[in-house]
């Protein structure tokens, strides 16, 4: 291995090892199961996550915070997340079930998806759920028949440069057509309450808040000349978690932000929100799974889990790369981690430097709170990894 | 719209409605539901299933034909190709549960996944299963102590250029070091039976097929030069079926695949096997989904369906573009088609043409048998499509 690469590796172990040393030094709950639950698994510590949404909150106390509930859906972290007066934001009838079976009242639920199916917004609104997002004719028009009188708020689309998940195209439009969106939907009998935006998912780049929070404001004023006052804020997700990288904390993003909000918006609108879904339960899971097999393809050294992509890991093929850790010392070597399933595709991590394991040993997958299981299929008969909350 | 784009536009769309009416004229109990089952669903034509398995071996009458359960591991499409005899390959212990408890002999049953969990081995060895690959040391290792005596087949890299699906350098091994594992595992104790190589899922390039049997071939020599008689030549899957191109049939591949060993194993090996999963259901599953709305996005417009790409529509991002036809008249457009979830990179398709649709109008997605609902979460609440099979 070349001396440069090997530094890198080096680099990388150690601050996974010293990551996963300091998770487990403050949570014993969490420690005491590491290195004897069956795997694969993945074990959430509900104080954190609760520690992270108060903290969310300490930082931002002017903003109303909703939970995205499709970033982690087990139901126990949505208790937790009730218990410390949470929102949620919800875009199916079965997430809405889930929180409204917790005793959490419709006041505190709003619905960002901008395309909703129709029997859900019918049994959203009939229940008391009264805030959804719209960005098309068509919405506004499926919302004024299901949910007569519903507010709503409109999508607006923003730039998603240095997100590692990136929003398409698939939602959102520019400043006019909102405008015009909201004007049709007070037409129809809605009630036009304000505006949401993403800047994508585990955003680092605080250039994206700027223009964001910029053409809010713009919409604001047209909307304002058109005779709409909003509001509402809404300004999604977006707070980052770290993986491979540092990343923005959300007393960074919250300080920038609340800059912005006083340059662009010297009167503050009447509701602020925000939905965060990974930076609330991303860094507060630990995912355990077993060594099946190494091999030797050529250059490469193979590393073989019992989990993969198709069960929990499917962000790993968009580029998100966790912190991984091995309980073993000796010489590090440059490993490709391949998933359970004989689907070629299914590859988990490229570029992981380990020491050389043995089969059955376990390795802890960091930052694994976030988008794993929900995403997790019974493919090949891999079920997706068993979530304990402690 | 540009003219040569419109015209491409038709085509596309009267194929998937040729393809669309032939489906449904021959097989009356599906278009009998078609037009009232609830959405998302995906009907499943046994006949057509057990067709196709009868297809294949009339084309290839001297080759065992076992059926990869990955491709769709529903119960009913395991019990009508056991009622025709097919033999099953399988990679983890729910997989072959489900075979056996059709009453399926072990003997017809094989695991071609080089890394297989322990307890697989295991369990499979101690009902009977006696035929795995390998194509590590460690593996062979594994074997030995889990299943002493078992029989062994290695697993040869091949090319995959020019298949939809191509495979990663996650499994196989070269020529020399294959004999090195055979030869290892016979000094452990095992019975090193033949080879298996896969010239990737979905596979029209035939090339692929000419080098993996020369290459066979090649393994087949050496083997023998150090005094391995190998008996099995695995030749695993690959048979493609048609999406919104043509493809090679079974009648093609046969015809050459036949050839070729005419050529290279003039003494045919004591059994020849092979195990198409896609090329047995991928065609005889036709999806149908709701229309939950649609949007125009600058120059784009928007179709959201009831499902997407984490509920069942996972090889969208691979590349596989699905038939898809819509029961409207009506100038066509291009459509982006999105999934249900809120997540922005849940998109199935682009590039599709079809006649403006209403909220609620169903959408017929062609060639949708295989790997469609076996990747199917339940992300954001919403479950993955029910399989109907008739």
New interface residues.
């Given amino acids: 291995m070349k001396e440069s690469s090997l530094n890198a590796g080096e680099l990388q172990f150690n601050y996974a090892k010293r990551y996963f040393e300091e998770f487990i030094s403050v949570r014993p709950k969490l420690a005491e199961l590491i290195d004897k639950v069956d795997t694969p698994a993945l074990l959430m510590d509900l104080e954190g996550v609760k520690t992270r949404f108060v903290d969310v909150r300490y930082h931002l106390p002017e903003v109303n915070v909703f939970y995205a ?2 970033a982690n ?1 087990h139901i126990d972290i949505l208790r937790a997340l009730a218990e410390v007066g949470a929102g949620f934001e ?7 079930g ?1 929180v409204l079976s917790l005793g959490v009242q419709p006041e505190r639920v709003i619905s ?7 029997d859900f917004i019918d049994y959203a609104y009939g229940v008391g759920v009264n805030r959804f997002a719209v ?5 506004v ?2 919302i004024a028949r299901a949910a007569p009188r519903a507010r709503v708020y409109v999508r607006l689309t923003v730039p998603n440069e240095g997100s590692e ?9 520019d400043v006019n057509t909102a405008v015009e969106i909201l004007e049709y939907a007070k037409n129809r009998g809605l009630v036009p309450i304000g505006l949401t935006f ?1 800047v994508g998912s585990q955003c680092n780049n605080l250039r994206n808040w700027f223009i964001a929070i910029k053409r809010s404001a713009q919409l604001w004023e047209a909307a304002r000349l058109k005779g709409i006052r909003l509001l509402v804020l809404n300004m999604g997700g977006g707070i980052p978690v770290r993986y491979l990288q540092e990343s923005l904390s959300v007393e960074d993003i919250a300080y920038y932000v609340r800059g912005l909000l006083r340059k662009y918006f010297p009167t503050s609108p009447y509701e602020l929100q925000i939905e965060p879904g990974r930076g609330i339960v991303g860094d507060q899971g630990i995912m355990v799974v ?1 060594v ?7 250059e ?1 050294n ?1 590393l ?1 889990i ?1 989990t993969g992509v ?1 069960n929990g890991l ?1 962000e790993a ?2 580029g998100i790369r966790y912190p991984t850790y091995l309980k073993r010392e000796g010489e590090l070597k440059e490993w ?1 981690i ?1 998933g ?8 988990v991590a490229k570029r992981v430097f380990l020491p050389e394991p043995a ?2 040993d376990r390795l802890f997958i960091l930052s694994a709170g976030a988008y794993t299981t ?11 990894p068993k979530v304990i909350c402690l």
Same sequence: chains 1, 2.
Avoid: Q
């Fill in positions: 509930v499709k859906d919800v875009a199916s009838s079965e997430e809405l889930k960002s998806n901008p395309v909703k199916p129709l960005d098309s004719f068509p919405e028009d499926k998940w990136p929003l398409s195209r698939k939602f959102g439009v993403h077993g099946v097999g190494t091999a030797t393809r050529g490469e193979w073989y019992d198709f499917a093929l968009g490709v391949g359970i399933s004989c689907d070629s595709m299914d590859v089969v059955g929900v995403y997790g299929a019974n493919f090949n008969g891999f079920p997706p």
